[in-house]
């Protein structure tokens, strides 16, 4: 098993950080090439026209190595809400038509649904969790196959769910859209990266990454890839940089009406970013050393005698079966009260997300068991 790798970060040595599903920190090696980019703009005689174009396709090919799909259908977008949004103006839907969305999942791939149906009065349908907590994870999923019909034109949804990691079966959905018809459209933020991710076995339509979480990225820069169902779509923005032949500088001004092929045509304007970008490359490279294989099975050994002693405590955390090991919510026992909880999670300088009604717990290879022991002290009083 991969051992701890705080070494390669700058955290501080007081506190404890548990909340990479927020930000991650810095990798020290991100970090230098970001100021190596920084430091390259004091000179742009040096700046040629190849360094418009190299990185970004060294970021595809690292991207493509993550997810094992084909690194022509890789972008770089600035934000999880872009990406979406390409999706969005290349869906035809109407009255008779409905989105499946799941409840509570993170606004970025749910105001583009929500736009639509303003736009056009496709049905929004809404799968709320059980308010069970028994099966949770297993009748969650259930309920998304049960509400996919003839009628679906799109299921958009996380991997996991970014309030507590439920974790979505998407080889099962993937089937149910395609008997249907339906296109999947997934935001892999909180999972690609940390959870193993297979473009060819999902065959998603769409998969959109923000950057600065589980990719190590920096932030405003992230990743999608976009299917062949795209190929011959219209992109939100008329940006130079994605028409046909805009590798030659000397010819830009012989306007040319066709894009990029495939989906290059979506990437944002000023993409090249000669800051951010070598930032995301280095970020990728050590998760593709690491692999999220070794990083669910570093998780899953911290944590799991913190979870034994929460769960012996009246706490609820999802099954494993319904949950990765990066990411997880945990909810309260009917007799705690969360304002005490959070302020003794405060006291002990842990650093933790409340999303709803849980508490969003998200380790990585920074941390150790101790980490997790310290929350397990705040909330339970016990070393």
Not at 8 to 20: A, D, R
Not at 231 to 247: F, T, V, Y
Not at 321 to 344: M, N, Q, S, T, W
Not at 367 to 377: F, G, I, P, Q, T
Request: aromatic share 10%; net charge positive; hydrophobic share 40%.
């Amino acid at each position: 098993m991969i051992s701890n790798q705080r070494s390669k970060f700058s955290l501080p040595t007081t506190g404890v950080f548990l909340n990479c599903a927020y930000m991650s920190p810095m990798l020290k090696k991100v970090e230098k090439q970001g100021i190596t980019g920084i430091l390259m703009k004091r000179n742009p005689a040096k700046v040629s026209i190849d360094d418009f174009f190299t990185n970004t396709e060294l970021v595809r090919s690292e991207f493509a190595k993550l997810i094992n799909g084909e690194a022509k259908r890789v972008v770089l977008v600035p934000s999880v809400s872009y990406g979406m949004a390409n999706v969005m103006k290349n869906v035809k839907a109407t009255r008779t038509d409905n989105i499946v969305v799941t409840g509570e999942q993170f606004p970025s791939n749910y105001y583009p649904w929500h736009q639509l149906q303003q736009d056009t009065g496709v049905k929004l349908k809404v799968v709320s969790a059980p308010d069970t907590l028994t099966n949770r994870g297993k009748q969650w999923n259930e309920r998304i196959m049960e509400a996919i019909d003839g009628n679906t034109k799109l299921v958009a949804l996380g991997n996991v769910h970014w309030a507590d990691g439920t974790k979505f079966n998407l080889i099962e959905i993937r089937k149910r859209t395609r008997e249907v018809g339906a296109l999947l459209v997934i935001d892999g933020t909180q999972s690609v990266g940390a959870l193993p991710f297979d473009v060819a076995k999902i065959q998603p339509d769409a998969l959109v990454c923000g950057g600065y979480k589980w990719l190590m990225g920096p932030y405003s820069l992230g990743l999608a890839y976009y299917g062949e169902y795209f190929d011959q779509g219209k992109p939100i923005e008329e940006n130079w940089i994605n028409r046909l032949h805009s590798e030659n500088f000397a010819a830009l001004v012989n306007y040319q009406s066709e894009y990029q092929p495939g989906a290059l045509r979506y990437e944002v304007g000023e993409h090249s970013n000669f800051i951010l970008v070598p930032m995301l490359l280095e970020a990728l490279k050590q998760i593709n050393q690491w692999k999220p294989t070794a990083i669910q099975q570093y998780t899953a050994a911290i944590t799991k005698m913190p979870i034994k002693i929460l769960k012996e405590a009246g706490y609820w955390i999802e099954d494993e079966k319904y949950r990765g090991y990066h990411l997880f919510g945990v909810r309260l026992p009917d007799d705690k009260l969360i304002e005490p909880i959070k302020k003794a999670i405060k006291k002990s300088k842990i650093s933790v997300s409340f999303r709803g009604n849980a508490i969003r717990v998200s380790p990585h290879l920074y941390n150790s068991e101790a980490d997790l022991m310290k929350l397990v002290k705040a909330l339970v009083g016990k070393p």
